[in-house]
Every structure is written in structure tokens, then in C-alpha cells.
């Protein structure tokens, strides 16, 4: 794992399209997060749709930041999916993963961000 250098950036707000980040200006509306840094989470890098889902391309930037604990958020009405081989690929690198509702998933994070190196996918719609 790569030497965490600062914290993970705290989700400040969560509403429908709209995810607001502790120092920075512009919210996102679906956003990777990890420690040290933040920016929004295009779908179109990978390909990614909410089903099949979070794809294991979508979590290397995470891993690659250093994140010993990875929280997914499915969407407000939990229509993204995740791919099981993205779930055995975080758990092959030793990750603790939380699979959750958005809301939800920004409060685990929030709360682990005090205690581990956290990254995260967030999904701020449907």
C-alpha cells in the first residue's frame, strides 16, 4: 500500500445530484474520493452503468491512493450494482468494503475517515 501522506476529504453534504466536499468549491454529482485528494467519478472512463455496475477499474485509482477501506454507494434508490469481481479484487488486496445505500455510505465513510486510510465511490442519483 502506498504511505498515506494527508486524510481523506470529508463529504460535508449529500442531496440528489449534489455531493459536497470539505475544500472544494464545486460540488460533484458522483465523486471518487481517497486519501489525499478528490475528484468526480466519470463513468465513462470504464464504462461503467449501473448495471453491471462498479467495475474493479473503477476502485485501482483508490488502491493506488492508499485506501485500506473502500465504501461503495449504490445511489439514493440503490440502482447502481457492483460486479462480484470487484468485490474479490478489493477484498484479494486485504480492503475492508462497505456496500451501501449513498446516504448511508457517506456516513461510514465520514466515520472512517477518522480511523483508516478510506476511499470511496459516490453516486449521488438514482
Known amino acids: 500500500m502506498a504511505p498515506q501522506t494527508d ?3 470529508r463529504i460535508t453534504h449529500i442531496s440528489w445530484g ?4 470539505e475544500g472544494r468549491e464545486t460540488p460533484f454529482k458522483d465523486a471518487k474520493l481517497y486519501p489525499g485528494g478528490a475528484r468526480a467519478w466519470d463513468w465513462n472512463e470504464t464504462g461503467t452503468s449501473h448495471s453491471p455496475g462498479i467495475q474493479p ?3 485501482e485509482e483508490l488502491l493506488e491512493h492508499g485506501a485500506e477501506a473502500v465504501v461503495l454507494s ?5 440502482r447502481l450494482k457492483v460486479q462480484p469481481q470487484t468485490l474479490e479484487h ?3 488486496a486485504g480492503v475492508e468494503v462497505h456496500v451501501l445505500e449513498t446516504e448511508q455510505a457517506v456516513q461510514r465513510y465520514n466515520e472512517l475517515r477518522d480511523q483508516t ?3 470511496g465511490l459516490f453516486h449521488s442519483t438514482c
Open 18 to 21: 449534489c455531493l459536497e466536499i
Open 90 to 92: 478489493l477484498q484479494d
Open 117 to 119: 486510510a478510506v476511499g
Open 57 to 59: 477499474a473503477d476502485v
Open 74 to 78: 449504490r445511489g439514493m434508490n440503490e
Open 7 to 9: 486524510p481523506s476529504p
